[in-house]
């Protein structure tokens, strides 16, 4: 899961969820558990257009559904996490 996916998938070659602008934590963690989404790439981009930036969607996740990431990578500015349990 991606804020930018033709960017992702060109580095991996893997299948990309686009990240939604979505700050409900549960309907994001629904649409993870749905596309059966295994990493998810977090960037900090301070003038993004899409609101709530996908840094502030990701942490209200986070409040709620912490255990179920584990984070694999930290960047000065993008952050990837596994997701541990995708069906939980």
């Given at each position: 899961?991606?804020?930018?996916?033709?960017?992702?998938?060109?580095?991996?070659?893997?299948r990309v969820v686009w990240f939604p602008p979505?700050?409900?934590?549960?309907?994001l963690m629904e649409g993870?558990?749905?596309h059966r989404v295994s990493v998810?790439?977090?960037?900090?981009?301070p003038y993004s257009h899409w609101l709530p930036r996908e840094d502030v969607?990701?942490?209200s996740r986070?409040?709620?559904?912490?255990?179920?990431?584990?984070?694999?990578?930290?960047?000065?500015d993008n952050w990837v996490y596994e997701v541990v349990s995708p069906n939980g």
């Open positions: 899961m991606a804020r930018e996916p033709e960017f992702v998938f060109h580095s991996t070659q893997r979505v700050f409900g934590p549960k309907v993870i558990r749905r998810i790439v977090v960037a900090h981009h969607c990701f942490r986070l409040r709620v559904y912490g255990s179920e990431f584990r984070l694999s990578h930290q960047g000065p």
